[in-house]
């Protein structure tokens, strides 16, 4: 892989997204911006917020509203809702919506499908009365509400709607020790064969690392998943002697989905954590050789696109002596090699960058001054 730095002084605020050759960003509070390859204003309005699947973009507006904006050969407005737009089903191609009242309580849920904006109400959804809800997630023909109870003993109470059958299969709870948790809430990353995988981040200063779980959607089974088993206190090798180690912070939340494999994979320390979903067991694999002497000690996760995952890694004074320096790298997760890196200046502000993006054009990372830094893919000749 070859990537070439095509922009260095592109300075906005918002947040990158990338749609085929457009890099556009999104001004929590102002616009919708393209700033590559050309710098044009789509859109100006007001928004608490959005989220990203395929081609749109879902903004949150004011009084719980939202609208729907597709990107092609212009951004446009294609549906606006008086209710919160909160997730899409990509295999049936609708979205999920819910009212909120004054008093933060929900009111009603909706399907919109995504061809033509039709909206029916999922009336037994509606009928359940969900006093509190942290997230709405969306897997084929299931759809997952994600429930707190607000208390310290039930991180998770889920939902599942079966929108093929429309009907309510399930109510998931369990209560856990709440030391073991930093949030109440619980990801939802992955079904397979009717097993929901899912988990929540650990508290790694109380000693406890992330938990997954599998949740079988026929029985109701909930059970623990090991991970991080075997390797949490794996020493790291450095190039230099008399470097200290530091473990960075591993999240649920870290983990991409790799459909290849059948595997949650992210960065972890000088290595790859994969966890199998068909074995449903974790194994970890130390990075090549070229990293170490590169000075390339990955961050934890990294964003996987196609074959490799893109990961910032800062080197200082508290890992190698004398060397302060930010890098971006791609490693491939197919050969286990790493295919590109590049090293920003020495004692450029190492700890601004932010985890980069990719696609088939680009590479972008933005940095906490407000730069954007984009790499062009180069095709092989």
């Not at 990537?3 to 605020?13: L, R, Y």
């Not at 890098?327 to 090293?343: C, E, M, P, Q, V």
């Amino acid at each position: 892989m070859n990537a070439i730095k095509v922009q260095k002084d592109i300075i906005q605020s918002g947040l990158v997204e990338l749609f085929d050759d457009k890099i556009v960003l999104v001004d929590i509070f102002t616009s919708i911006k393209q700033v590559f390859p050309e710098e044009i204003d789509w859109v100006e309005g007001n928004n608490d917020g959005h989220w990203r699947t395929g081609e749109y973009l879902v903004f949150y507006l004011k009084n719980f509203e939202s609208a729907i904006y597709r990107v092609g050969e212009e951004i446009e407005c294609v549906a606006k809702f008086p209710f919160s737009i909160d997730a899409y089903s990509a295999g049936n191609r609708f979205f999920i919506g819910r009212k909120i009242n004054e008093n933060s309580e929900i009111e009603a849920f909706y399907k919109i499908n995504a061809d033509g904006f039709s909206v029916t109400e999922l009336k037994e959804l509606s009928l359940l009365k969900f006093p509190f809800l942290t997230g709405t997630f969306a897997f084929g023909q299931f759809v997952f509400l994600q429930k707190d109870r607000m208390t310290e003993k039930a991180p998770f109470h889920i939902v599942v709607y079966d929108d093929k059958n429309e009907q309510v299969i399930a109510e998931l709870s369990e209560e856990l020790n709440p030391y073991t948790v930093t949030y109440k809430h619980i990801f939802l990353l992955h079904l397979t064969n009717h097993t929901l995988i899912a988990g929540w981040n650990g508290d790694y200063f109380g000693g406890y690392p992330p938990r997954l779980l599998s949740i079988d959607l026929h029985t109701k089974a909930v059970k623990d998943l090991v991970l991080f088993d075997d390797f949490i206190e794996q020493p790291i090798a450095f190039p230099h002697e008399g470097c200290s180690s530091q473990i960075p912070e591993v999240t649920v939340n870290s983990f991409s989905y790799d459909p290849v494999s059948n595997c949650l994979v992210c960065l972890f320390k000088t290595g790859v954590y994969w966890f199998d979903l068909t074995t449903m067991s974790g194994r970890y694999e130390l990075f090549p050789d070229e990293f170490l002497p590169n000075y390339l000690l990955a961050a934890t996760g990294g964003h996987l696109f196609g074959d490799h995952i893109y990961f910032v890694s800062t080197v200082r004074g508290a890992f190698v002596p004398d060397v302060k320096q930010s890098s971006l790298g791609a490693f491939n997760i197919r050969t286990g090699k790493l295919d590109w890196h590049y090293h920003f200046p020495v004692d450029y502000v190492t700890n601004s960058l932010h985890p980069p993006k990719a696609n088939e054009y680009y590479i972008v990372a933005k940095d906490a001054e407000q730069r954007l830094h984009i790499f062009e893919k180069q095709k092989p000749s």
